[in-house]
C-alpha cells in the first residue's frame, strides 16, 4: 500500500475513532464509504458467495459474462467478447477479449478462463454447486472446460441445457484469476487458495489495496482497465455497524456515502438538501431458517405457529419502511412465477393453538443467531417480543455477520436471521437454494420430492406452464418449509450531492463504482 493510500486509512479510522473531526472533507479523488461489510469470509472468487465481497468482486474482477444492467435477466459480454452453442447444445464456446491485463501484467488468455472454472468446482467452496448442476464435477472438470487456442475456451455440459440457463449462472461463477500470479502461491496443491482468501489477482476496474475484516476494505483504480480506467482514483470502505453513525458520518462530511440507513435516519435526512438517497429494490429476501434437528423446529406445527408471529406489518411500517416490502414467498417479485401472496399476520392465538397441536402449549426455549448490524438487531428484537406472546422464548446470540453465517453453514444454529439474494436472474436460483440447497441443507431440510419438483421446473420449455410449477413449489412451501421470509430488501445509499454515477443494480454483483466522480 502506497503512502498517499495509507494516510488516506488511518485519516478515516482516525475521523471515526474520535467522534466526528469539525468539517472535515474527503478526498477529491476518494469514495469513501460507511458500509456494513462484516460478512467477508473470503476474498478468494471461488469462495465468495455474500453480498459484500460479491461487490468487491464484481468491481475488482472482470467475468466472462455478466447480467446486463439495462436488461435484467438477460447477460452481457465481460472478459469474454462472444459465445456460441453447439448445434446440439451441449458444448459452449467462448472467446477471449484481446488486450485484457492483470494487475500482474500478465495477460488474459483462455488458459486462465479455464483453471478459474476449475478452481471454482475442485475447491468445492460455497458457490460450486452452481456448476456442479451441469455435471462439472471435481472428477470430470478437467475434461469438460478444455483450451483450444489461447483465445478460445470450450466448455462441455453434460445435457443440453437452454444456453441462457447456463449462462445466467455462469455470470456469477466465471470470475477470471491470473493463473501464473495465482499458482505461484501454491501450498500443498490448494490452487493457490490460502493466498487468495485475502490477496488478489483480477483484471477488474479496481484494484485490491488493503482488507482489515471487520474494519477497512481499499480498491484502487487500475488505470490500463481494458473498458476505461475508472473516474474516481480509490474507493475506501469502513465497517460501520450503527446505521445512526453512518447517519452522522455522512452529514458531518466525513464520508460520502451511507449504505445501511434504516428508516429512522432516512427520515431524519429527508429534508438534507445536501444529501440524494438512491434506492433500488433487490432479489434479496429477509428471512429466518429454522434448523429441523432441533426436535420442536422438526415439527410443522410449531414452524407454522412461528409464521404468525411476526409482526410484518408494523414493521413495515416502522424499522423496514423505505428498506423492505412485505414478501413471505420464496421468488422475489420480479421474477418468472413470482407469488407475492402474504398468508401470515401477527396472530398469536393462532399460533398457540398450532403450539398445543404440536404438544407444546407453554412454548419452549430457542436461540437466534443473529448479526450486530442494526437491521437485523431491530428485527430480531422485534420477533422475539412476539415469539414471547405465545411462550416462545427467543435468546438473542450476536456476532459479526462472518461468525453467524459460519455457523450457520454448518448447521449449527437454531434460527438464523439475515438475508438471501439470487445468484443469478431465474427462478431455479432461488428454487434450488431453499428446496434443494444451500439453505435447505443448512436447514436440515432436504426432501426428494422437493427435488424432483424443482429441476422438472427448471427443465420446463413452456414459460407459462414454468411459471405455474414456481407458483405451486412457493405454496407448498409455505405450509412446509423451515423458513419464514418477511421482506424484500430495497437497498439504498444516501449518498453526498457532489458525489455521481454510483450505481445500486438488482443484485449485489452489480452494484458498481467505476463511473463514480466528485464535483
Known sequence: MNMLLKAGVAGLALVMASGFAADAKTPKDTLVMAWVFDDIISLDPAEIYEFSSSEYMANTYDRLIVQDLDNPGAVKMQAAESWSASDDGKVITFKIRPGI???????????????????????????????????????????????????????????????????????????????????????????????????????????????????????????????????????????????????????????????????????????????????????????????????????????????????????????????????????????????????????????????????????????????????????????????????????IKLADNKTTLTKYRASQHDIYIGQWGSDYQDPHSNAEGYLMAPLAKRNVWQLPENETAVLAARDEKDNTKRAAMYMDLQKKALETSPYIIMFQQIETAAILNNVKGFVIGPTFDLNLYANVTKE
Not at 157 to 162: F, G, H, I, W
Not at 190 to 196: A, C, H, K, P, R
Open 101 to 395: 491485463k492483470f494487475a500482474s501484467g500478465n495477460e488474459m488468455t483462455a488458459e486462465d478462463a479455464e483453471f478459474s472454472i476449475e478452481r471454482y468446482v475442485i475447491l468445492d467452496k460455497n458457490p460450486a454447486f452452481i456448476l456442479n448442476q451441469f455435471g462439472l464435477k471435481k472428477e470430470t472438470v478437467k475434461d469438460m472446460v478444455r483450451v483450444k487456442d489461447a483465445s478460445t475456451l470450450e466448455v462441455e455440459l453434460d445435457a443440453p441445457y437452454a444456453p441462457s440457463f447456463f449462462l445466467n449462472c455462469l455470470s456469477f461463477t466465471s470470475a477470471v484469476v491470473d493463473k501464473k500470479e495465482v499458482m505461484s502461491h501454491e501450498a500443498n496443491g490448494d490452487l493457490g487458495y490460502d493466498w487468495l482468501r485475502t490477496n488478489y489477482a483480477g483484471s477488474g476496474p479496481f484494484v485490491l489495496k488493503g482488507w482489515k475484516p471487520n474494519e477497512s476494505l481499499v480498491m484502487e483504480a487500475n488505470e490500463s482497465y481494458w473498458g476505461g480506467a475508472p473516474k474516481i482514483k480509490r474507493v475506501l470502505a469502513k465497517n460501520v455497524l450503527e446505521s445512526a453513525t453512518q447517519q452522522l458520518l455522512l452529514q458531518k462530511g466525513d464520508v460520502d456515502m451511507a449504505r445501511n440507513l434504516t428508516n429512522d435516519q432516512l427520515t431524519a435526512i429527508a429534508g438534507d438538501k445536501n444529501i440524494t438517497v438512491a434506492a433500488t429494490p433487490k432479489a434479496t429476501l429477509w428471512y429466518m431458517g429454522l434448523n429441523t434437528t432441533n426436535p420442536n423446529l422438526a415439527k410443522p406445527e410449531v414452524r407454522q405457529a412461528m409464521k404468525y408471529l411476526v409482526d410484518y406489518d408494523g414493521l413495515a411500517k416502522t424499522s423496514f419502511k423505505s428498506i423492505g416490502i412485505k414478501h413471505q414467498t420464496f421468488l422475489p417479485e420480479g421474477q418468472l412465477g413470482a407469488d407475492n401472496e402474504t398468508p401470515f399476520t401477527l396472530n398469536v392465538e393462532k399460533a398457540k393453538e398450532l403450539l398445543a397441536q404440536a404438544g407444546l402449549p407453554d412454548g419452549f426455549n430457542i436461540t437466534m443467531d443473529t448479526t450486530n448490524k442494526t437491521e437485523t438487531r431491530l428485527l430480531s428484537a422485534s420477533i422475539q417480543n412476539t415469539m414471547a406472546k405465545a411462550g416462545i422464548n427467543v435468546i
